[in-house]
C-alpha cells in the first residue's frame, strides 16, 4: 500500500500576515499623527491667503468708492446710482459692488461691502468722506482644523484674541454670498474734498526744480506764534515742512547743495545735490497739478480796461465776500512809485474782495508796485507772462492765503514767472503751465505751483503751514489723505 | 528558511519605509509649519507698515520701528483694540485720529529666535510684547531708494530635530510693502 505525505500546517506559518497588519497600522498611524499635525498648518496657510485675498477686495472696494466720489463731481445724480441710497446728498450711502470670482487653490469668492459717510468736517465747514470698505474672503476650510495657533506673549501668556487673521465662524458678513467660515479685512480711507490738499509743501512743480546760488526753503506757521512773529515770517521760528516735489525724473532737478528744510519728491530718479535736504528723500511722488482754466466772466467792471503805465494811481476796489468786484484788464504795467496800482477795500475796516483778470501780461519794473491793503482778498488770473521787480507786490494784510496768482494754462507752450528784486513777495503762485524764476534778495512767502522752478533768491521761499487749510477752488478730483486698516 | 528569508526582507522593507514616512511626514510639518510662521510674520509686519505715519530702520535694519496714531479709544491689556477707530479730526488738511502727542510705537526685531513685535501705547503707558514668530535667524527692513516701499527680508533657521543632523539651510522670505501713510499723508 502506497503511502502519501501529509502536509500538515505549521501553527506558526499564519504569523507573518497578522505581524505585517500590524506593521501596517503602526505605519498608518504615524502617518495618520504626521497628517493631523501637518493638515492645521496646511489650512493656516490657505487661511493666510484668505487674509490677503480679503484685502484686496477691500482695496479695491476702496478705489471704487473713489471712483464714484469723483464721478459725483461731474454727474452728482447719476454717479450714486449703484449705492443705496442713490440720490446725491443723503449720506451715508452703501455698496455691494460685484467684485470677480479668481481662480486657485483654496478660495475663490471674495465679498465687498462699502460705506460712505460725510460725517467728518474740516475747519472751512467742508465734509471730507469717510470711505469703509470691507473685504471678505471664504476660508477653504469648514472646520476649525485651520484655525491659526494661539499666539504667545514674551512672558509665555497666550492669547486668541491677539490673533492677526481673526476667522469668523458665525455671523455671515455677507447676507449669503459667501460660505463661513470667512476672512475678513476692513480698511478706513478719508478722502479729501478736491482742492484741499493743493498746497501741502512750498513747492510743487511739473518738470524740473532747480535751485542755485543761496538759495533755500522752510516753513513758518502765520496762525501759530511759536512758529512765527506777529503772523510773519521769523527766521527765528523757521520750520522744517519746506517740502519741494516734482512730477518729474528727479535727476532732472538739480538742488546745488542749497538748503532745503523739508523732503525733497520726485517721481523716479534723485535730484541731483540733494545734501542740503534736511528731511526725506522720496522718488515716488505724484501731485495732481490741474489746469488753471480762463475765466469765463461776462459780468464785471469795465473800467479801468488797462493798466498801462498810469499818470496818476489806480484803485481797483473789493467788494463783501458775497459780491467780490471783478475786473478785466488786458494787462497790468507799472514801473513808477507814484503812480501804484492800489487794491483797496470797499468799506473802511471791512474785509473785501476783489478778482482780477488779466488777458495779458503783468509787468512789474522800477519803482512800480502793486499796493494790496490790509483786508484785502485777492485772486489774479493772468494769461501772460509775469514779471515782478523793483517795488513788487506789496501785500499789507501780509496773509498768504490773502494773495493768490493763478496763471492761466494756456493752449499750447508755457509762460514764465519772473520775481526778482528786494521786495517780498506775499502769496500763493498757481501757475502749473509758467515757469518760475526768482532771483534777488527777497523772500517769497507763501507757496508756488509751477511748470518749473529756478530759484536764486537770496531771501528764500518760506511756505506759510497755514495753507494747508486753504482750499484751491479749482481742483476736480478727491484724494485719499489717510488709509487706515481697521482691526478691532 | 525561505519564510525567515522573506520574512526579513519585508520587515527590512517596513522598517525602510516608516523611516522614509517618518522623515517625509517631519519634512512636510516643517515645511507647512514654517511657511505659516513665514506667512504670518509677514502679514504682521506688511499690516503695521500700511499704517505707519513714521518708519525708521536703524542702521543695520534688523530693527524696524513704526509710529502710527492711536487709532483706538479703548483697547484691552493686551494692547488690542475693543472698539471701532475714533472719529479723525481735519487738523492742517490732514485726517489725525486720537492724540497726535500720544501716538503708538511698534517695534520688530529678533529676540534669540523669536521675531518680537513690541508694541508701546502712549496713551495708557502699555507695552506689550508678542512672539510673531519662532526659528528666526536674521530680520531685515530697508526702504528702496527715494521710496515709500519697504523691502521685508525675514530668514527662518531649519527646525532642529533629534538624530537628524545634516540640515538643510533655512528659507528666506522677502516681500515689498507700500506704506500707504507714508504715501498719502
Known sequence: MASRAVFTPSPATGSILPMTMMSLAVLAMVAAAALYRVQPHVASTYHSASWNDALNSAEAGADLALNTLNGALTAPTTAWAAWTPGDATTFPKTWVPAIAPHIGDGNNKVYCKLTVDNAIVDVNGQPWMRVRALGVAELPIASRNGIESALSDTTGHKSFRAILRRERFTGDLTAGALHLPQAFRTIEAMAAPPGTRSYRRALTVQNAIVLTGSAYADSFDSSDSAKSTASEYDAAKSQANGSIGSNSDGNASDLHGCLVKGDSSSTGGAMQNAGGVTGKSYNNFSADLPEIAVPTWTSFNFTPSAVTNPTAPVTLVGGPINSPQLYRLADITLSDAAFPLILDTHSAGQESYLKIWVTGRITVSGTGHIEQKPGVHVQIFVEDNVAFSGGGYINQTHAAASLEIFGVTPSSGSRNAAYSGSSDFIGILHAPAFDLVTSGSGKFIGAAIARSANLSSSGGLHFDEELRNHPFKGATLYQYASWLEDLH | ?185
Open chain 2, 1 to 185: 528558511m525561505v519564510g525567515v528569508t522573506a520574512a526579513s526582507t519585508i520587515f527590512a522593507i517596513i522598517l525602510t519605509s516608516g523611516v522614509a514616512i517618518y522623515r517625509s511626514c517631519l519634512a512636510a510639518d516643517d515645511y507647512s509649519y514654517q511657511t505659516n510662521e513665514q506667512m504670518r510674520s509677514l502679514d504682521y509686519v506688511s499690516r503695521d507698515l500700511r499704517n505707519a505715519t513714521a518708519v525708521t530702520t536703524p542702521s543695520g535694519g534688523s530693527t524696524l520701528t513704526l509710529t502710527m496714531p492711536d487709532y483706538y479709544p479703548t483697547r484691552d491689556p493686551a494692547g488690542i483694540p475693543t472698539s471701532a477707530p475714533s472719529d479723525p479730526v481735519i487738523v492742517d488738511g490732514a485726517p489725525v485720529y486720537g492724540d497726535a502727542t500720544q501716538p503708538v510705537t511698534v517695534d520688530y526685531y529678533v529676540s534669540g529666535a523669536d521675531l518680537i513685535r513690541q508694541q508701546y501705547v502712549a496713551a495708557s503707558a502699555q507695552t506689550t510684547r508678542l512672539i510673531i514668530a519662532s526659528e528666526v535667524s536674521t530680520f531685515t527692513v530697508s526702504f528702496l531708494p527715494f521710496s515709500t516701499v519697504a523691502k521685508i527680508s525675514i530668514a527662518f533657521a531649519p527646525r532642529p530635530h533629534p538624530g537628524i543632523t545634516a540640515l538643510r539651510p533655512g528659507s528666506t522670505i522677502t516681500a515689498t510693502v507700500a506704506a500707504r501713510m507714508l504715501r498719502v499723508q
